[in-house]
């Protein structure tokens, strides 16, 4: 089973910013897509941005041009550089990988963002 540590969340000043980190262990299995959803009360989970083992980004319109995701394929962790953050970023942030053959997926526990208008 997969666990993944998440950290660097925090409160931040509009305009400002943050990373975000998560570090997944527990697996011998490759990791395929790792990637950050974020999620606030009453609303769904929605895409913020992924990478895939080639190195393949995807964002979400919202943050295009101000978030970055990398990977560190050795660490099996990856980053959300978050730029110009903005009040609608406020959330509480979740990684996802998905791993193995079968594409198993397991979910981080989530680190709260703020940002102060």
């Known amino acids: 089973q997969v666990q993944l540590v998440e950290s660097g969340g925090g409160l931040v000043q509009a305009g400002g910013s943050l990373r975000l980190s998560c570090a997944a262990s527990g697996t011998r299995l490759s990791i395929n897509v790792m990637g950050w959803y974020r999620q606030t009360p009453g609303n769904q989970r929605e895409l913020v941005a992924d990478i895939t083992s080639g190195g393949s980004s995807n964002y979400a319109d919202s943050v295009k041009g101000r978030f970055t995701i990398s990977r560190d394929a050795p660490k099996n962790t990856v980053y959300l550089q978050m730029n110009s953050l903005k009040p609608e970023d406020t959330s509480i942030y979740y990684c996802?990988?998905?791993?193995?053959?079968?594409?198993?997926?397991?979910w981080g526990r989530g680190t709260q963002v703020t940002v102060s208008s």
């Open positions: 996802k990988v998905d791993y193995g053959p079968w594409r198993r997926t397991a």
